[in-house]
């Protein structure tokens, strides 16, 4: 009986146990929270993505589409297209265009040239009237020596040739100031190629002379004289220079080689002569940053430039460029320029509307070297070569206004 009381009691237990048990495990079951965008539209905060009733696929159980099963055409890559400049422009040809410039140089010829007319046209020509004469040979730049010179030639011819009328006087003056700037001096851009690489043209001077503006006014020059350019942007030290070399460039389509900002000039010089080798251009036009003449460790950079770019070959010109405005004291920075490289040539810019004309005669007898190009304005064509009798007949004006 007791036995079945024992038995009769741990089964009731194991029951009582059991729905214990049960009543726990439902207690931990959660709810399911509503589902934003299923049980209620999602408001600010909720998740708005729908939960997934399916179970995720592995990666080994996604196919791959075929090619045959896409429907819509694959699109198209797309290729980049280059930076277009524009339209490449016409520069206007060379031949003849310092005669077509002739009134860019209006104030000095009424400085100089017809000041001299109006001085030798007087009745007498005594001792104080020649003085003038120097005076105002002097105040053009025309330099010492030069003007003493000048005025003795004019003095004997005036007095032997007994000079009567205003046109045998005008075509005394045109005929001294021609042999003073150099009638028969060398002044050819030496820019066409050799048989294995191009000219190399290697323009330097001082800061603010217009240098790198120059450069791409040169380039210009040569494309119109039917030349192919490659420019080098040797100038890394100004913020913008290689930029605005490469607008030049552009505008006439030649190509420019430039680097980082800061980098190695001669580094550059030497790359772009090596481009111009590659593409066989005619010429390449390195344009050198800008210094001042009294830095020595800038002019044995310089010296470096040409050393590095002469691993390629000889380099053809060098020009100088000079501001034209700085009188004789451009005279001062060419000689010193002239001891770093050998300077070739020079261009005189900025000549427009100013009395400084006698600075091409000034220049060309202290340093021996001829003025090949002059600047006579803002415009993109208004470099032009230099030509003695065009620019003396510009100083003297026209015969009929005399």
């Given amino acids: 009986m007791i036995e079945i009381l024992v038995v009769v009691g741990i089964v009731l237990l194991l029951t009582v146990v059991a729905a214990l048990g049960l009543v726990s495990s439902r207690g931990k079951v959660r709810r399911q929270p509503p589902r934003p965008g299923v049980d209620y539209r999602p408001g600010t905060g909720d998740d708005a993505e729908v939960p997934r009733d399916t179970p995720l696929r592995t990666v080994d159980r996604v196919d791959s589409p075929l090619l045959s099963d896409v429907q819509a055409p694959l699109p198209e890559p797309v290729q980049e297209r280059p930076a277009l400049f524009g339209d490449l422009e016409v520069p206007e040809p060379t031949a003849g265009r310092l005669t077509r410039l002739r009134d860019r140089l209006a104030r000095s010829q009424t400085t100089l040239g017809r000041g001299l007319f109006t001085l030798l046209s007087r009745d007498t020509l005594d001792d104080a009237t020649w003085e003038e004469v120097e005076d105002t040979l002097l105040t053009s730049d025309m330099g010492v020596a030069a003007t003493t010179e000048l005025v003795e030639r004019l003095k004997t011819r005036v007095r032997v040739g007994g000079v009567k009328t205003a046109s045998e006087l005008r075509g005394l003056l045109r005929e001294e100031l021609v042999t003073a700037l150099g009638r028969d001096v060398d002044r050819t851009l030496k820019t066409l190629p050799h048989a294995d690489r191009p000219a190399v043209v290697l323009v330097v001077g001082v800061n603010g002379t217009g240098k790198t503006t120059t450069c791409g006014k040169l380039a210009r020059v040569l494309v119109a004289d039917g030349r192919s350019v490659v420019l080098g942007a040797a100038d890394t030290f100004r913020a913008a220079a290689a930029d605005q070399l490469q607008t030049w460039g552009s505008r006439v389509g030649a190509e420019t080689v430039r680097g980082p900002e800061g980098g190695d000039p001669a580094s550059v010089a030497f790359d772009a002569v090596k481009r111009g080798i590659d593409v066989k251009a005619d010429t390449v036009l390195i344009d ?67 009395a400084k004309g006698g600075i091409v005669i000034a220049v060309q007898r202290e340093l021996g070297i001829p003025v090949k190009l002059i600047g006579l304005g803002e415009g993109a064509d208004d470099l032009a070569p230099f030509e003695p009798e065009a620019f003396a007949d510009a100083l003297l004006g026209d015969e009929a206004a005399l």
């Fill in 288 to 354: 050198t940053a800008g210094r001042l003449h009294t830095k020595t460790g800038l002019m044995d950079e310089l010296g470096k430039v040409k050393r590095v770019v002469e691993k390629h070959g000889l380099v053809d010109e060098t020009l100088l460029v000079l501001d034209a405005t700085t009188g004789q004291y451009g005279v001062v920075q060419a000689r010193v320029f002239t001891e770093a490289v050998e300077v070739t040539g020079i261009v005189l810019t900025k000549l427009d509307g100013t």
